[in-house]
């Protein structure tokens, strides 16, 4: 009897505790008395990693909170435990369910989640970023509802691989990606498209071989990530591109504990400016440069849109060189002058459109 | 192939070092009879104590951070698996489910604790540990190449544990006495051991050679505090199983998991690997393993008394 008793007191207070663990801070907006009369509620999903990963999720929870202190709101995030669209669902019915009608859903993988969300909460606003709704069958469902951004990542890429082949002039470089999905690939295409566009205008001589490009098939294998970056660089590789969230930590590490014996090594970081994650000593860093999108910007772009009434429901955004959406970091301090000024002229050709790259593969590797 | 293997080897060694010193731990706890799945937790609770310390003294003594770290790791697994302990020792709790309920509570708290205490829920430490390469040894023809070039130094501290420990548990009285609890502790206690303190001895030392599992994935390849050990824990515990409960078996079966893992990594960057298909490579060591323990479940060597609280009144 007693013993039952006990089981059942022990389930209750799992299942509290997982419900618990789950929900994770609530921030209020910084200006106190600054509650908004409508008290817009944002809500944000963080996708596989964690909130602080320095990456993905980071970069769109600082673009909400942002908007949170500018404007009063109230911002939650909540980390599903899984990375199953059932899980993604789940923690936006939370969401909804406690007043947060503003859902920032950062990732590729939430697409068949806001599809359903979109048509069972008609009353809760959705922004999915680097991804559109669809059935499952990619064909595009946008209710009006919902906001999908997308970012030209080939863009981001090309000028990081630019970067790269004109600090090294020659040498091999390799690349990492986390999973096999469209945003991924396009920084590894527009990154070979960087070192062609290098080699035909500046005769450089950086090359990548087809065997060092490779996607790992998660974002969070770190012991992975040092290892296929120690394999590169034993083979003579220079620069990594790594493109892999969790897996790139792993490969920083490696390059770190290299440069610290006097190697020469670099890794091209992705997303938001990894220069403060590569320093090993005082302030140098092996981060090369970092081929980012500014996702923090999209976040609060489209809350800022809500609370001005303008929101773009049913539309597909894409955030290129031209909006200013991607790019490499202001501060590169591992990059010459001459290197940064040969950047931001392709940054400029790209922006009024003399300079195209391409988002597919063609015959770029892999 | 001879080639391939000498390129992983170095790095296999580094990944199989913190699961060989966890399944360690997991030994002495289950040789005294008492079940630790709590080893996962354990080692998140070693990761964050030591990205803890070292973030907080490498800005003072950037050299030796490392090492405060790894012994502020030592004493935090096995303050933690006091919890354990007083669980299933004193207040002869379901073995099983403490375990679960210290790997819950390790993630969780640590990284509610990283956050408040640095604004992060991921700790980056600066300055790792290096690698080294040992002058004279590492001339030695292919033993030099494999073992004495690249190598750190906690993987000799771990080494050095590993014998010490085998010495400890099949030379020495306590070692006897660890033992007899795990297989009759009413025997032992008849021969006037205490049966709990020796258990209590038994799981603060897997606590702290698992804290000092996680402390090394931390000051070696990765680097982060990110709030999971990524199943090594567990990991170790099946290798504890594999490796029937001995030193020496666990040693092998650890290096078997290193080897394995790291092939199955590294398998798409190196082209006379990449011919196999991933998915086999990834899953190789745990069918592997499956099948190991379904062969080799008659001659378990499994401790008789695991598992089982220590009642003094029952017969």
């Known amino acids: 009897m007693f013993k039952k008793g006990l089981l059942f007191m022990l389930a209750f207070v799992l299942v509290a505790s997982m419900a618990v663990g789950c929900t994770s801070r609530t921030n209020t907006g910084g200006n106190g008395d600054g509650k908004s009369e409508d008290s817009l509620k944002v809500g944000m999903v963080t996708d596989a990693g964690t909130i602080d990963d320095k990456s993905f999720n980071q970069g769109t929870w600082e673009g909400v909170v942002k908007a949170g202190n500018e404007f009063g709101l109230e911002t939650r995030y909540l980390k599903p435990v899984g990375t199953t669209e059932a899980h993604y669902i789940t923690e936006i019915g939370n969401l909804v369910d406690a007043g947060y009608k503003f859902i920032v859903c950062p990732g590729f993988k939430f697409e068949t989640a806001i599809f359903q969300a979109q048509e069972r909460y008609p009353d809760a606003k959705f922004v999915l970023i680097d991804g559109y709704p669809h059935a499952g069958d990619w064909a595009p469902v946008v209710a009006a509802n919902t906001v999908s951004i997308f970012f030209a990542e080939h863009e981001s890429g090309f000028l990081a691989g630019l970067a790269t082949a004109l600090e090294l002039q020659e040498g091999e470089v390799g690349f990492i990606g986390g999973m096999e999905i469209p945003p991924v690939q396009k920084f590894n295409w527009g990154f070979q498209q960087g070192l062609l566009y290098a080699s035909e205008n500046f005769g450089t001589n950086v090359t990548v071989k087809a065997e060092n490009v490779i996607y790992q098939g998660t974002f969070d294998n770190v012991a992975a990530g040092q290892q296929l970056a120690a394999q590169m660089y034993d083979k003579g590789v220079k620069a990594i591109f790594a493109a892999a969230g969790g897996v790139g930590v792993g490969s920083i590490n490696e390059a770190k504990a290299r440069a610290k014996d006097g190697d020469d090594v670099w890794i091209v970081g992705v997303d938001v400016d990894q220069y403060a994650e590569g320093i090993y000593e005082g302030n140098k860093s092996i981060i090369l440069t970092s081929a980012m999108k500014q996702i923090d910007q999209a976040a609060y772009d489209m809350i800022k849109a809500e609370k001005e009434g303008v929101f773009p429901g049913g539309e597909i955004l894409l955030f290129t060189a031209a909006n200013d959406g991607i790019g490499i970091p202001k501060e590169n301090p591992n990059l010459s002058a001459d290197v940064m000024a040969k950047v931001a002229e392709a940054f400029n050709m790209i922006k009024n459109g003399t300079l195209v790259i391409s988002d597919v593969q063609g015959d770029l590797i892999k | ?315």
């Open chain 2, 1 to 315: 192939m001879w080639l391939v293997f000498v390129q992983i080897f170095p790095y296999a060694v580094t990944y199989t070092i913190p699961l060989l010193i966890t399944a360690l731990g997991g030994l002495f706890s289950e040789r005294s009879g008492i079940v630790n799945i709590g080893l996962e937790g354990l080692m998140v609770i070693g990761m964050f104590t030591s990205a803890l310390v070292i973030y907080t003294l490498e800005p003072v003594y950037p050299g030796t951070a490392v090492w405060f770290g790894l012994m502020a790791a030592v004493i935090a697994g096995s303050l933690f698996s006091l919890l354990h302990a007083f669980a299933c020792i004193t207040l002869n709790a379901n073995q099983v489910i403490s375990g679960i309920a210290i790997n819950m509570i390790a993630g969780a708290l640590t990284t509610y604790l990283a956050r408040n205490i640095t604004g992060s829920g991921n700790i980056l430490i600066v300055h790792s540990l290096s690698r080294k390469t040992i002058p004279v040894l590492s001339q030695i023809p292919l033993v030099g190449r494999l073992f004495f070039t690249q190598t750190y130094a906690t993987t000799w501290v771990v080494l050095a544990i590993l014998a010490l420990s085998s010495f400890v548990l099949y030379k020495t009285v306590f070692g006897l006495r660890l033992r007899a609890c795990g297989e009759h502790p009413h025997a032992a206690d008849s021969a006037g051991i205490n049966v709990y303190l020796i258990r209590y001895i038994g799981v603060m030392l897997s606590g702290a050679l698992a804290g000092l599992g996680g402390a090394i994935v931390i000051v070696t390849y990765s680097g982060e505090f990110s709030g999971t050990a990524s199943g090594l824990g567990f990991l170790a515990l099946a290798a504890l199983i594999f490796g029937q409960w001995k030193p020496a078996g666990i040693l092998a079966a650890t290096f078997f998991f290193g080897i394995a893992s790291t092939v199955a990594n590294v398998s798409q960057v190196i082209p006379a690997l990449a011919v196999i298909p991933g998915i086999i490579l990834k899953t190789s060591p745990y069918i592997l393993t499956l099948f190991a323990l379904v062969l080799s479940s008659k001659f378990s060597q499994v401790p008789k008394a695991l598992g089982e609280p220590y009642d003094k009144g029952k017969r």
